[in-house]
């Protein structure tokens, strides 16, 4: 027979220590070891309850009810400071995740188009409106686009190598976006209305040229296009570019037109009095343009019999520099932040 007073001093013992044990534990698997040490299947408490059946019969009724009380508190005990250990951790990731709304914002610095883009797309936009395709074509080109179907012939001074970047004798860095007219009209008839925007590679560098600048190249192909019909858009674009200035039309030669012009604008710095940029004239060179020479209709298979048209060329830094009075084209390359931001 088992002694009932025994059993009660293991209990009480039990509970002291159990009571303890919980109080000082400091995290949530510790616990979860307590619960299964004491009030588990296989804890200390089930092993006390397994000694009843060996107690005397009067006695097991109060012993197995204090077992039980002592349970209980035990499971209390493990709740409370569960929650307890819990409102310890949100309290300590609060005071972690602590957000400071007076402290001053992180400046971010936004981005922009780069001035050659945004002058690029206020052309196209322009040349849109009146109707035109934006067609593209390759920066490495044949010689073939670049020079040969343009009536440019080998002795031809724009061949020299002091302008041209060869690879190799027939593949080159495009000089100009003229090409893209050949393989234009190579891939499609008349009627044609296009714009060829794009980089172009010269060997030359100065206050005024880098070796790789924008063109954009426009063209009109069709049964009845005249010089007149040059004069009118090129009008109605240099006006939408540069407000109501003065347009003046000087011959001038490039071997892909016939007759071959070029076009000055009054000078936009000094309103046309003669200044530093205009070199004193009140005029500023702008874009070169003509008639569609019949030896590049010949060389795409169009009958220059049947088809006329007109081609311009103008250089996007060109216009960049003096719609923005700047004096020197290499700030556009040199990426200086004190520079693009003014855009
Ligand atoms: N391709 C010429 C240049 O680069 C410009 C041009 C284009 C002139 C079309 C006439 C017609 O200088």
């Not at 061949?159 to 007219?181: A, E, G, K, N, W």
């Not at 216009?319 to 009075?325: C, F, H, N, S, V």
Request: with cysteine; glycine share 8%; proline share 5%.
């Amino acid at each position: 027979m088992t002694d009932s007073g025994g059993v009660q001093d293991k209990l009480s013992s039990l509970l002291s220590e159990a009571l303890s044990e919980i109080t000082s534990a400091d995290d949530a698997n510790v616990l979860q070891l307590l619960k299964s040490k004491y009030a588990g299947r296989k804890g200390l408490i089930a092993s006390l309850l397994k000694e009843l059946p060996g107690l005397a019969p009067d006695n097991r009724g109060a012993v197995g009810e204090a077992i039980n009380n002592a349970k209980e508190a035990i499971e209390a005990a493990l709740e409370s400071r569960s929650a307890a250990l819990a409102a310890d951790r949100a309290k300590a990731s609060l005071a972690k995740e602590r957000l400071d709304v007076t402290l001053p914002g992180r400046f971010i610095q936004p981005g922009r188009l780069h001035p050659i883009t945004q002058v690029m797309n206020e052309v196209e936009d322009i040349f849109l409106g009146l109707g035109f395709d934006i067609a593209e074509g390759p920066q490495v080109e044949l010689d073939r686009y670049n020079f040969a179907s343009l009536n440019i012939p080998k002795n031809h001074p724009a061949r020299d190598m002091q302008d041209t970047f060869y690879f190799s004798d027939d593949l080159l860095l495009r000089t100009h976006t003229s090409p893209v007219q050949i393989r234009v009209m190579e891939s499609v008839k008349p009627p044609i209305r296009a714009i060829a925007p794009g980089a172009v590679f010269r060997r030359d560098s100065d206050i005024t040229h880098t070796p790789m600048f924008h063109q954009l190249e426009g063209f009109m192909v069709d049964t009845n296009i005249s010089f007149a019909n040059l004069k009118s858009v090129l009008m109605d674009f240099l006006r939408q570019l540069f407000g109501e200035v003065g347009i003046r039309i000087r011959p001038s030669f490039f071997p892909f037109v016939e007759p071959g012009a070029e076009v000055d604008i009054t000078c936009v710095i000094c309103s046309g009095n003669g200044c530093r940029v205009c070199k004193e004239t009140g005029w500023l060179e702008i874009l070169g343009c003509g008639m569609i020479h019949p030896n590049v209709f010949k060389a795409v298979n169009y009958d220059p019999e049947e088809y006329t048209g007109f081609a311009f060329g103008l250089g996007i830094e060109r216009i960049a520099m003096l719609k923005y009075g700047i004096d020197d084209i290499r700030l556009f390359y040199e990426n200086d932040l004190r520079f693009l931001r003014q855009f």
